[in-house]
T-cell receptor, first 108, second 112 residues
Framework: GIQVEQSPPDLILQEGANSTLRCNFSDSVNNLQWFHQNPWGQLINLFYIPSGTKQNGRLSATTVATERYSLLYISSSQTTDSGVYFCAVEVNDYKLSFGAGTTVTVRA | DGGITQSPKYLFRKEGQNVTLSCEQNLNHDAMYWYRQDPGQGLRLIYYSQIVNDFQKGDIAEGYSVSREKKESFPLTVTSAQKNPTAFYLC???????????FGEGSRLTVL
């Protein structure tokens, strides 16, 4: 099956800092989504982005499908951005495969 | 409010007992999914359903069963055949299969 690798595994930021999370995948994909899991376990869909660039407030994402990677940018980080960020991809089988996640800790 | 409701949020069971986790959505989504998450790991797909009265096995279906008798409901039974059932279980839905995915708040199962 497809391999999904996220980096870095852990990230510690000072409030106000910017950061970039990366998601590499081993095959062509039909679908790529980014999620944020808060410390209580709730998963929120951030972006549905099989290709191109999207922005939502302080977050933006870019997927370069031909080079098999996606980037999630967090600008002016806040303590509420803490949690685990997951990348998930779908090939042709209607199933999303998740990466292991990047744990982000934002310190005040 | 539209959303996905999972119950119970916390569940404790003795080894060898079957347990059923509830998942209800009022988003009018066709597709529904069950994922399992273990500490420090990503999500793994247990079962998914693209339409009422139809469902498919995911990557780790052994020891689990599901039903999809209504569009709104997709309950998961963790059977005694599941060798390591203690985990965080997440239900999700999407308008179409592999579309934008929305999650419930999860059910944390502990088997004693």
């Amino acid at each position: 099956g497809i391999q999904v690798e996220q980096s870095p595994p852990d990230l510690i930021l000072q409030e106000g800092a910017n950061s970039t999370l990366r998601c590499n995948f081993s095959d062509s994909v039909n679908n790529l989504q980014w999620f944020h899991q808060n410390p209580w376990g709730q998963l929120i869909n951030l972006f549905y982005i099989p290709s191109g660039t999207k922005q939502n407030g302080r977050l933006s994402a870019t997927t370069v499908a031909t080079e098999r990677y996606s980037l999630l940018y967090i600008s002016s980080s806040q303590t509420t951005d803490s949690g685990v960020y997951f990348c998930a991809v779908e090939v042709n089988d209607y199933k999303l495969s998740f990466g292991a996640g990047t744990t982000v800790t934002v310190r005040a | 409010d539209g959303g996905i409701t999972q119950s119970p949020k916390y569940l404790f069971r003795k080894e060898g007992q079957n347990v059923t986790l509830s998942c209800e959505q009022n988003l009018n989504h066709d597709a529904m999914y069950w994922y399992r998450q273990d500490p420090g790991q990503g999500l793994r797909l247990i079962y998914y359903s693209q339409i009422v009265n139809d469902f498919q096995k995911g990557d780790i279906a052994e020891g689990y069963s599901v039903s999809r008798e209504k569009k709104e409901s997709f309950p998961l039974t963790v059977t005694s055949a599941q060798k390591n059932p203690t985990a965080f279980y997440l239900c999700a839905s999407s308008r179409r299969t592999a579309g934008e995915l929305f999650f419930g708040e999860g059910s944390r199962l502990t088997v004693l």
